[in-house]
């Protein structure tokens, strides 16, 4: 099983890793970060490891551990 990590402090809310995840394993999170923004969390589950969060963050913030 696959783990994901994401820096939430960097996230500028796009949500394309939410919408992008085939398992929807990826949650938009209740409290803002630093930048004000509502950030995303994986709320963990059976993460394939397709690394589809990955590929579409324009921040680069999601790392995939297969």
């Avoid at 949650?27 to 990955?54: E, H, P, Q, R």
Wanted: aromatic fraction near 6%; charge should be positive; include cysteine.
């Amino acid at each position: 099983m696959a783990k994901i990590r994401i820096d939430k402090q960097r996230c500028k809310g796009c949500y394309l890793c939410v919408v992008n995840c085939p398992n929807n394993l990826i949650k938009i999170a209740k409290d803002l970060n630093s930048k004000g923004v509502k950030s995303v969390y994986f709320s963990g589950g059976k993460c394939t490891g397709c690394a589809m969060c990955a590929l579409v963050c324009p921040e680069c913030i999601i790392e995939v551990y297969r």
